[in-house]
């Protein structure tokens, strides 16, 4: 079985090509090393040298270069795109284009190849500040970032395609995913960074937002399952801990594994930020035999090691 993976040089993407290969299968990275930050051709550093794996340099905005990439393959799953709420606000553009037409040509091209499956990475900023938790997958979808709208665009895109075209879709909301190779945008890699930095952590607003934080090894296990099993195309699943944390109690963990004191610098809070994320992960324990396993004292000791060891190769452009 072949399995090709947009955006497979980014972190779920190289974490879960890796996996895959373990588990026997043959690999397609297809992805367009996108600026928006460095490292992803460190992070296939292991996986270039793996004759299971192919990596093709594509952009999934070019139809006719994916769909040359999706000939010889049974399985998609569609994780490229331009991630990031904050990034968001301010390149709207750049974020539509990529997530919803991006997310149009890989399933134009995954139908016309007529791929078994697609799997698409969704995120929980599709629902927006919740209106009760923990957050099912029948909760209201009201995002509050051009990041999270443009996820569900591409959601409903996906099940136009499986409706209207029969393309075998199964949707996945992420829950803030965390663990080695994570991106240099996100909470758990500044803070480590600030951290060992000896400079003040900063933290946008009271520090007592809620969050769902789920290890990228977790993640990559219900992603597999979800392209093995039969008969749940068409649906959604919440991908969770479902353990969720107020993120200035994982910041003083951080510091604790790292053993160092943490000075907290408190800013205003960042539109499009969501209050809380806490997923309801029955129906992925139920239809996926998904079982989370990280606890996060082990994931963020994890994520420290990796830090240490590869964390400089990595910078941010973009707060
Ligand atoms: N990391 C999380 O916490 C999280 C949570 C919810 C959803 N997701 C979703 O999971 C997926 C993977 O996220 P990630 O954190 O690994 O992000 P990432 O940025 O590390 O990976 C995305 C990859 O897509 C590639 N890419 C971007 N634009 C492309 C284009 N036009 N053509 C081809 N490739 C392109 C990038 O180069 C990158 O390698 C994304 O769809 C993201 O929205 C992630």
Redesign the pocket.
């Known amino acids: 079985m072949r399995v090709l993976l947009?955006?497979?040089?980014?972190?779920?993407?190289?974490?879960l090509s890796e996996e895959l290969i373990e588990r026997g299968y043959k690999v397609i990275i297809?992805?367009?090393?996108?600026?928006?930050?460095q490292g992803?051709k460190f992070?296939l550093k292991n996986l270039a040298k793996r004759r299971e794996c192919t990596i093709i340099e594509?952009?999934?905005?070019?139809y006719e270069k994916?769909l040359e990439a999706m000939k010889k393959t049974d399985i998609v799953i569609?994780?490229?795109?331009?991630?990031?709420v904050r990034y968001s606000t301010r390149n709207p553009e750049k974020t539509f284009?990529?997530?919803v037409l991006?997310t149009l040509n890989v399933l134009k091209a995954a139908k016309k190849s007529s791929v078994k499956k697609v799997v698409?990475?969704?995120?929980?900023?599709v629902y927006g500040n919740p209106e009760y938790t923990p957050i099912d997958e029948k909760h209201p979808t009201n995002p509050i970032s051009i990041?999270g709208i443009s996820?569900l665009a591409a959601e409903k895109i996906c099940l136009i395609y499986h409706r209207m075209e029969k393309l075998p879709v199964v949707i996945?909301?992420?829950?803030?995913?965390?663990g080695p190779?994570?991106?240099p945008d996100?909470a758990i890699h500044k803070w480590t960074k600030q951290i060992l930095d000896n400079k003040p952590v900063t933290v946008y607003g009271d520090g007592r937002q809620i969050r769902d934080f789920?290890y990228?090894s977790d993640?990559v296990d219900a992603t597999i399952k979800a392209m093995e099993k039969e008969g749940i195309e068409g649906e959604t699943f919440n991908i969770g801990s479902g353990k969720p944390i107020e993120i200035i109690e994982v910041i003083k963990l951080l510091a604790e594994i790292i053993g160092k004191e943490v000075k907290i610098k408190y800013e205003e809070p960042k539109p499009g930020d969501v209050k809380c994320t806490h997923a309801e992960i029955l129906k992925a324990k139920r239809k996926l035999n998904y079982n989370p396993k990280t606890p996060l004292r082990e994931g963020l000791t994890n994520f420290v090691e990796w830090y240490k060891l590869y964390g400089s190769n990595y910078y941010t452009r973009y707060q």
Not at 30 to 37: A, F, G, K
């Open positions: 947009t955006g497979g040089a980014g972190f779920i993407g190289s974490n297809y992805d367009n090393y996108d600026e928006y930050y992803k992070n594509g952009d999934i905005l070019d994916t569609h994780l490229a795109a331009q991630p990031g284009k990529v997530n991006g698409f990475a969704s995120s929980s900023s990041y996820k996945l909301r992420y829950h803030t995913v965390y190779r994570q991106r996100m789920t990228v993640v």
